[in-house]
Each structure stands twice: as C-alpha cells, then as structure tokens.
C-alpha cells in the first residue's frame, strides 16, 4: 500500500515530465509508422483543376504522392495531342506541355498509367473567341513559326518545289504537296492521247528540276474541285 502510495506521489510531482515523455513516444512511434508504411501513390493535385478552362498555351502539372522511377509512369494523351505535346518527369511533378498550342475548343483527356494506379483528367480548351487579345496573338504566333518551320524543311527536303507553278501556253503545272502529285491544271478538255502526250513531255522537263519519278502527273479532269482548291500552292 505504501508503494502505491509513494507511486502516485511521484506522478503527481512529475506529470509535466511524464506527459512530455508521453508525447515524444508518440511522435517517434509516427514518424516510424510513416517511414515503415509511406503514403499509397496517388495523383494528389493537378494545376489546373480537372474540368477547368485550358488556355491553348497552357501546361498541364500533375503532383504525385512519390517521385516515379525512370519510364514508370506513362502518360497518354487522346489524338492529335500526343504528336502535340512533351512531357517532362522531374521529381513527384509531371508536366505536359503544348508544341505548339492545344487545339482550341476541344477536350484534352490525360491517362496516367503507374504501376501501382491508373487515373484519368481532362481539360477543356479554351476558343479562339474566349482568349484575351494578347493570349490569342500568342497562340497565332507559335502557329505562324511552326508553319515556318515546317515549310522550310519541306522546301530544304524538296527543293524543286520552287520551280512551281510552272506556266505553259496552254496550262500550268502545280505541286500538290497533300497529295504529292504535279497538276496539269487547264480548262481544255483532252483526249487520253493528248494528255498521254503531256505526260510524256512533262515528264522528261521535270526529271530536269529533279522531281521524282515515282510523283505522278495528273488533270484538273481528274481531281474534284474541292481538292484542287484545298491543295494546290
């Protein structure tokens, strides 16, 4: 009884030591409980919200709950934005960023694939009439140099596509790079001879410019309008 009696005496002397040890034990017992067990990967957060208004220049972040290994994590975007865009892995952020611009007015759908989770997010691109004047002149910008970039490989590619549209008496001779075809464009019409002929001539005058063989030589006849005016330079 003594003992008891003694026991308590100590505790009520030194309760503010005891509690203080009582929280120091339970701070370790959770430090040691998450570094044992860590946090379940997850997608936490994504700038911007899921469902929120994307401007076409905008990057998409996705923060994980961990930081992926190399290649573990894919990252799958819906046609045409996969072609569209990069991505970039560093530490527990993902970053999805336009070539170019998001195509406006449509739906991104993002689909991460993680060893452990599997999740989806999509983003609605902002119009072209929704876009403040400074980001539209910003989006047409980015196109106006990839169209840039794009003609002169194409031209660096094909050098005799300088050489069009060729003009003759009776016709002209356009590229019809959607198509990769030359076009005898005329209003006559001509017989199978004749245009055999054509063929014939033109053929040997472009192997002089350096115009692959194997790029065939068609007739205005031959073509639906709607195709000639989409395609032609």
Wanted: net charge negative.
């Amino acid at each position: 009884m003594q003992q008891i009696q003694k026991l308590w005496k100590n505790i009520k002397e030194n309760w503010l030591l005891i509690l203080i040890a009582g929280v120091v034990i339970l701070i370790v017992i959770q430090v040691m409980y998450r570094v044992i067990t860590p946090e379940p990967e997850a997608l936490l957060d994504t700038d911007p919200i899921p469902g929120a208004s994307l401007n076409p220049t905008q990057s998409i972040r996705l923060l994980l709950s961990y930081s992926p290994k190399n290649n573990e994590c894919q990252v799958n975007l819906d046609t045409p934005f996969q072609e569209q865009s990069t991505v970039e892995i560093e530490n527990d952020v993902i970053t999805l960023s336009p070539k170019i611009g998001w195509l406006p007015g449509k739906v991104i759908t993002v689909d991460l694939q993680c060893p452990s989770f599997s999740q989806q997010v999509s983003f609605q691109v902002q119009t072209i009439d929704e876009l403040p004047e400074s980001e539209r002149m910003k989006y047409q910008t980015n196109l106006d140099f990839e169209f840039a970039a794009t003609t002169k490989k194409y031209l660096e590619d094909k050098p005799y596509l300088d050489a069009f549209p060729i003009e003759r008496d009776q016709y002209r001779l356009l590229f019809l790079r959607s198509q990769n075809k030359v076009l005898v464009s005329t209003e006559l019409t001509l017989s199978p001879e004749q245009k055999e002929a054509i063929r014939s001539s033109e053929r040997q005058q472009l192997d002089t410019i350096g115009v692959p063989s194997e790029i065939s030589i068609v007739f205005t006849d031959e073509l639906n309008s709607a195709t000639i005016n989409t395609t032609q330079p």
